[in-house]
């Protein structure tokens, strides 16, 4: 037979960063420690030049031609013109598969490219999920499905008011992701079709660890022992490493100003690539963040302004100057304020840092877990209002404010800086999952023996034919 080194396995990453930075992770452990060749494929479309840039130099990379969409109408969502580009673009990934040189042993497509699962099944060789997201994000998919089971495509039921996850977490229907919320949504036929493809995998590749959510986990595993669903494997977290374009002038900035900054001292604010708020939400922040008396670093994007209030064009294109009258000024020794993005890896680990305002996106979440830094969940669109929820239910690191509203922002941002009792069982929770976090990458940790399971299947893989 050949060496393993010469198995390949392809991975498949759906347009944004978000998906792309923890899948080229995973492919750099298993060329690493597995002695795969890998090859990362992404997208002509939907996807930024740069995003390649980044990946690391052991994994091969490769990019689908573009494809015809400018047949779909106006207005379509975006989950929709995801899932035709995903589709339309198997022919050129069977071409690509059929050509990348090495006996392919694995195709691993993420979460929103399930469609190309059948291409593993034609070509003889595992097909594995990866979710860049969190257990609950399947959990949600098998309970979506287990209702729609049976029933004629096109005929859907409407989810219950709540839904409870293994390890205590209920979700309330307006927790989740629009598109599950309800039937009438338009993405939701998608989504009971890629949950149904779902069930063709040989196995999920999870960005989460055993010590994150070990309920879930447990919970899958008895699925899995009942034949009901493929296995699941935690194997995260998959971090961003900082990156070159991390150490631009700005983000020297930050981190020269966080340098001059006490221990522990600092509340990081930032709501991910794509989060915005209204210029309300911006006002109540402000607010209270300076009411809580703690220092801060806030990342300020553009507001989102279709509240349907008018703002003229009182800021321009430059996000401080949304901010609150006179705010910068009153905060210029406690605070820093900088426009868009700021090196957020790093800012985490900085010591000076001690609690993370947060969207909630999948990698902020892990990125603020493997740091130590408790969150304050301030959750905005798609799967975030979920994350939140898990955070603060079953993971424990992370608070909610009640409201957005001065009061009740200054004082979660003060119990978790300051509290005695929930603040403290928090940041005890954050600093404990830290440590798992560490852990779950040495050589006996849970993630590293979980992946090893599954380079170990692949291994065994009779060597496809695909010249
Ligand atoms: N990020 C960053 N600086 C910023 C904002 C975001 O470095 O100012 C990075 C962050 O570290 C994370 C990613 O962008 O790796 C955001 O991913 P996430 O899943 O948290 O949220 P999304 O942007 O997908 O909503």
Redesign the pocket.
Known sequence: GAASSERHVVLLASP???HL?PLAELARRLVDHHGFAATLVTFTDLSSPEALSGVPACVATATLPSVKLDDLPAGTPMETVLFQLVHRSVPSLRALLRSVGAPLVALVPDFFCSAALPLAAELGVPGYVFVPSNLATIALMRVTLDLHEGVPQGEYRDLPETIELPGGVSLRRTDLPRSFQSSREPVYGHLVEEGRRYLRADGFLVNTFYEMEPAIVEEFKQAAERGALAPVFPVGPFV?PSTSSDDATGSTACIEWLDGQPTGSVVFV?F????SLTVEQTAELAAGLEASGHRFLW?VRMPNLDDGNDHGDRGGKNPLAWLPEGFLERTKDKGLAVA??????RVLSHPATAVFVS?C????AL?SVSAGVPMVAWPLYAEQRMNAVVLEGSVGVALRPRARERGEIAAVVKELMEGADKGRAVRRQAGDLQQAAARAWSPEGSSRRALEQVAAAWKKVTLAEVE
């Open positions: 944004g960063a978000g930075i961003r930032s991910g690539s794509g989060g990342v868009a993005w700021a090196p957020q890896v969207h996106g999948w990698n902020s990125e």
